[in-house]
């Protein structure tokens, strides 16, 4: 199991990626349009500013947390979005807010005792659930940044988190379908961007999936629609998970469409996001951890 240290590492080298792309961009891209409908480049960055924020109040506050969930349930469909556009700011305030947002939260999680739950929302979570998730969000935010400035990321073994993630959300993907919960197991075989083995799931399932470990993300943030994927799926339960596939909790959405039928960003045209839930959450075993973004890509 990986210790919290070492997750609070690996979401500070994330975070700090991202802000790589936006730190020196001129104040104008900061509102190019991304994949995820009615969000710039600022809503991406302020949405995950806004997050942090709720989640250190989980572990530090439990009462204004509590506040938070009340005013949450007012907008059950819009509460995601009116928290991003809360933490809308100027470029160098907004990028202020959420470096010293996320400084909070690590430090936050570390407060944590051994064997606590933070509340959250319609659940309670471990500490390296929290953290999980948020390398998680922060990875599939990012890369609709990345998607809007035209930037092709370098794949990291950071993704091992997303990838587990996306491993143990299986059977809620076929709930979130209104799908019965099939009993027979998954086996997911992935190669890492350094070439290694990551496995999960029981290694004599006859139901598998095999690919590229970037691939793999992809498909469970709903970054990329299945039929663009270097991914393998063999029997029934594999292949029907592939359509389905959805690392965040709440209502499925529509995902994004194939290559081909894609509208570029910053061109008129349907929606490319994935929807989810109002307390659209990623799953890690009975955690629910990341919220989502606009009408739900997490």
Known sequence: MVDLDSLLTDLAAESAELETLVVALPEADWSRPTPAPGWTVAHQIAHLAWTDHVATLAATD????????????????????????????????????????????????????AGERLPWYGTRM??????????????????????????????????????????????????AHGRPVPDAPLRIEL???????????????????????????????????????????????????LGIAQVFAGPPGPGRQPAAHRTPVGHDGPSETAVSGPTGAALSGPDRAALSGPGGAA
């Open 62 to 113: 439990v009462d204004a947390f509590a506040h938070s969930i009340r005013h949450a349930a007012t907008d059950p469909d819009g509460f995601v979005d009116r928290g991003a556009a809360e933490f809308l700011a100027p470029p160098p305030e907004l990028l202020d807010r959420w470096r010293n947002g996320r400084s909070a939260l690590a430090l936050a999680l570390r407060g944590v005792p």
């Open 126 to 175: 471990s500490a390296t659930s929290m953290a999980t998730a948020r390398i998680m969000e922060t990875w599939a935010h990012g890369g609709d940044v990345a998607d809007a400035l035209g930037i092709t990321r370098t794949p990291t073994a950071r993704l091992r988190h997303v990838a587990y993630l996306g491993a143990r959300t299986v059977g809620h993907a076929f709930a």
């Open 191 to 241: 190669t890492g961007p350094d070439g290694d083995s990551w496995q999960f799931g029981p290694a004599d399932a006859a139901d598998r999936i095999s690919g590229p470990a970037l691939d793999f993300c992809l498909l469970v943030t709903q970054r990329r629609h299945h039929t663009d994927l270097a991914l393998v799926a063999v029997g029934p339960v594999a292949t029907e998970w």
